[in-house]
C-alpha cells in the first residue's frame, strides 16, 4: 500500500514535470584537445534555461548557463580559466585545451516550459603517452638447458615512467606476446621479453591507452649479439687459417724437396 502510494507520487511528480535522467555519456579526451558536450537540443526557446556544473568533491560547481539569450560563466575561471565557451544557439558546452584536472563529472540541466531535463558527462582525459624505452638486458644469455648448442638469448625490457591508465605490450609482428597494465596515477611499468638470437623479426613494444597508442619497433638482429654463434666463427676461421698454412707449407717443403732432388741428380 505504501509502496504504491510512493509510486504514485512519484508518476505524478516526477511525470509531470517530465524529468528525464537516463542519460549518462562517456566522453574520453586526449589531454590539450577540445572537447564538446551537446546538449543535443536543437530548438532552444528565449525561456529555456541552460546550466552546467562540474562536480567537485561531490559538490555541484556551476561553471556555465544561458537564460534569455544571456551567457552567465559564473565562477568557470578558477578552474578553467578562459578555456570554456558556450554556444548561445544550441547551449553545448566546449572545452579548449583540456587538461587532466578537468576530468569528472560534469552535468547539464535544461529548464523548459515542458518540463526539466538532465544529462551527465564523464569525462577522462588522457595524458600524452611516452615513446617506450627498449634495453638489453642481457645479450649473451646462454639457455641452461642447451649449453652445447649455438643458441643464445636476448632478454629485452620494454619500459615507460609516469603514466596512468595504460597497456604495455609486446608484440612479434602483428602477434600479441604479452601485457601489462595499471591504472594508478603516474607510475612506471616494465614487461621482459626473452628472444632466442636467430629469429630475424621485427619486435615492437607498444603503449596503449582507450585512444591512441605509441609504439617501438625492434630489429632483433641489430641489437642482439650472437653471443656463441661468434665464437663458433672465429673457430671455423681458425681451423680454415690452419689447414691453409699447413697445405702451403706441405707445398713449400715439397717444392723445396722436389727442387733439391733435381739439383742432387747424379750426372
Ligand atoms: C595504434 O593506433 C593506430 C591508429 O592510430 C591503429 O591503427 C593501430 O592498430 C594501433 N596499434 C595497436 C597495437 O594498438
Redo the contacts with the bound molecule.
Keep these: 500500500m505504501i509502496a504504491k502510494s510512493c509510486f504514485l507520487w512519484l508518476w505524478l511528480a516526477f511525470g509531470v514535470f517530465g524529468v528525464d535522467t537516463d542519460g549518462l555519456e562517456s566522453v574520453s579526451v586526449m589531454e590539450g584537445d577540445s572537447v564538446t558536450l551537446h546538449t543535443d537540443v536543437t530548438d532552444i526557446q528565449r525561456n529555456d534555461q541552460i546550466l552546467w556544473a562540474f562536480r567537485i568533491k561531490n559538490s555541484d560547481t556551476r561553471i556555465a548557463e544561458i537564460y534569455k539569450q544571456i551567457i552567465d560563466m559564473h565562477e568557470s575561471n578558477e578552474i578553467f580559466g578562459d578555456k570554456l565557451q558556450l554556444d548561445d544557439q544550441t547551449g553545448s558546452l566546449t572545452i579548449r585545451n583540456i587538461r587532466i584536472e578537468h576530468s569528472g563529472l560534469y552535468k547539464l540541466t535544461i529548464f523548459r516550459s515542458k518540463g526539466i531535463s538532465y544529462k551527465y558527462f564523464s569525462v577522462t582525459v588522457y595524458a600524452h603517452l611516452p615513446i617506450p624505452i627498449i634495453i638489453i638486458s642481457d645479450s649473451s644469455q646462454k639457455s641452461s638447458s642447451r649449453k652445447s648448442s649455438s643458441s643464445s638469448k636476448c632478454v629485452l625490457l620494454c619500459s615507460v615512467v609516469n603514466v596512468t591508465h595504460v597497456t604495455l ?1 609486446w ?1 612479434k609482428g602483428n602477434s600479441l606476446l604479452s601485457s601489462i597494465s595499471v591504472s594508478d596515477l603516474n607510475s612506471s611499468l616494465s614487461l621482459p621479453l626473452e628472444v632466442e638470437y636467430q629469429e630475424n623479426n621485427i619486435y615492437s613494444c ?1 603503449i ?1 591507452n582507450p585512444i ?2 605509441q ?1 617501438k619497433h625492434l630489429n632483433i638482429n641489430e641489437v642482439c649479439q650472437p653471443g656463441s654463434e661468434r665464437r663458433e666463427h672465429s673457430t671455423i676461421i681458425l681451423v680454415i687459417s690452419l689447414s691453409l698454412l699447413i697445405l702451403i707449407t706441405a707445398a713449400a717443403v715439397g717444392g723445396i724437396y722436389l727442387h733439391h732432388k733435381k739439383n742432387t741428380r747424379p750426372v
Design positions: 605490450s608484440y607498444v596503449n591512441r597508442n609504439t
